[in-house]
């Protein structure tokens, strides 16, 4: 029952460098998120997919580029990385958008420097 | 300005003990959803409330909403070790939104 993958775990980059964080789910969901989670803020939504094929802002899509690959898939990218993109990145899958369990990944903790 | 507040914003306390966790909205919610992080691991679903008034428990774990469908508690009995954690609520304002989360409370408890 592996859920929502998320890779990697963890992630050290340098100001302006690149990289694209990856998340799968096996449970056939139709919606996926990326979220980013911050000290004292909660989790806050980046991009979100209600299905295959779309792709819409979410509450800080700054600086960041989502594709959903396919139903299982939805990478984030960061194009050029930034101190303030330190934090903590959850993947989360739902049968639908609204009012259905959110369903997460591990997180993946990236430093910027 | 956060649309969902959570009191306390942390909390210790020794094995055994009852204690409540609050998540209050600015309006009124559609639903809510708890869930609970353990350091290190994504985000855990624990319960769902959707009806004012609705109360749903879980081994030691009892979630209510109130009739108003602004506040929510979390309440453990009788807490153990592996109660800590972060617990977080998530809300929903309209059936096809997003969810909206409110800081997390980070509970610890000392054997």
């Known amino acids: 029952n592996a859920g929502v993958t998320q890779t990697p775990k963890f992630q050290v980059l340098k100001t302006g460098q690149s990289m694209t964080l990856q998340c799968a789910q096996d449970?056939?969901?139709?919606?996926m998120y990326w979220y980013r989670q911050d000290p004292g803020m909660g989790l806050r939504l980046i991009y979100y997919?209600?299905?295959?094929?779309?792709?819409d802002k979410g509450e800080v899509p700054n600086g960041y580029n989502v594709s959903r690959l396919n139903k299982r898939e939805f990478s984030l990218r960061l194009e050029s990385a930034a101190p303030s993109q330190t934090s903590v990145y959850f993947c989360?899958?739902?049968?639908?958008?609204?009012?259905?369990?959110?369903?997460f990944g591990a997180g993946t903790r990236l430093s910027v420097l | 300005s956060q649309e969902l507040e959570q009191s306390p914003q942390s909390l210790i306390v020794q094995e055994g003990k009852n204690l409540t966790i609050n998540c209050t909205s600015s309006?009124?919610?559609?639903?809510l959803y708890w869930y609970k992080q353990k350091y290190g691991e994504g985000l855990i679903f624990l319960m769902m409330?959707?009806?004012?008034?609705e109360e749903k428990s879980h081994e030691k774990i009892t979630a209510k909403l109130d009739e108003k469908k602004q506040q929510s508690s979390l309440h453990i009995t009788a807490s153990q070790p592996s109660h800590a954690g972060i617990y977080l609520c998530?809300?929903?304002?309209?059936?096809?939104?997003?969810?909206?989360f409110g800081p997390g409370t980070r509970l610890s408890v000392l054997p």
């Open positions: 989360a899958s739902s049968e639908a958008k609204g009012w259905n369990i959110q369903y």
């Open positions: 449970m056939n969901h139709n919606s």
């Open positions: 997919s209600a299905s295959e094929g779309t792709t």
């Open positions: 309006k009124t919610l559609y639903g």
């Open positions: 409330l959707q009806k004012g008034g």
């Open positions: 998530g809300a929903v304002y309209n059936y096809g939104q997003n969810f909206v």
